[in-house]
């Protein structure tokens, strides 16, 4: 029997909160604010949200219709499966995040 998604979100965000440099909550759905992504989290101060599916699921067309307008924000969002996914995409965020320093180091430092 595949995962339910309530569990699969308490599992993420138990994992993002041991991680340093994170913090991460459940957003409350309710009939208001319908859409939004499941969890809200900072991740070395960068806005990161992600939308908990069970496998063979999708968003629907009002939570991507949402997802839209955070990314059109500047906010990464993503769709994810599994505690494995968040890791996947943590590890490669801090990758992204430690190369933009390096090159804004390097720019600065060329002045």
Do not use: C
Not at 35 to 52: H, K, M, T
Not at 54 to 75: F, L
Not at 80 to 102: A, H, N, P, W
Request: charged share 25%; glycine share 6%.
């Amino acid at each position: 029997m595949p995962a339910r998604e309530s569990g699969v979100s308490r599992r993420i965000i138990d994992w993002l909160n041991k991680q340093p440099n994170i913090h991460a909550v459940k957003m409350e759905g309710n009939y208001r604010r319908g859409g939004q992504p499941d969890i809200f989290s900072s991740v070395e101060g960068y806005a990161v949200l992600f939308e908990v599916k069970a496998i063979g699921k999708v968003m629907t067309t009002r939570q991507q219709a949402e997802a839209m307008k955070w990314r059109r924000a500047k906010t990464f969002v993503f769709t994810v499966y599994s505690v494995r996914d968040v890791q996947i995409i943590i590890l490669s965020l801090r990758r992204l995040f430690k190369f933009k320093d390096e090159v804004t180091t390097s720019l600065t430092n060329a002045r």
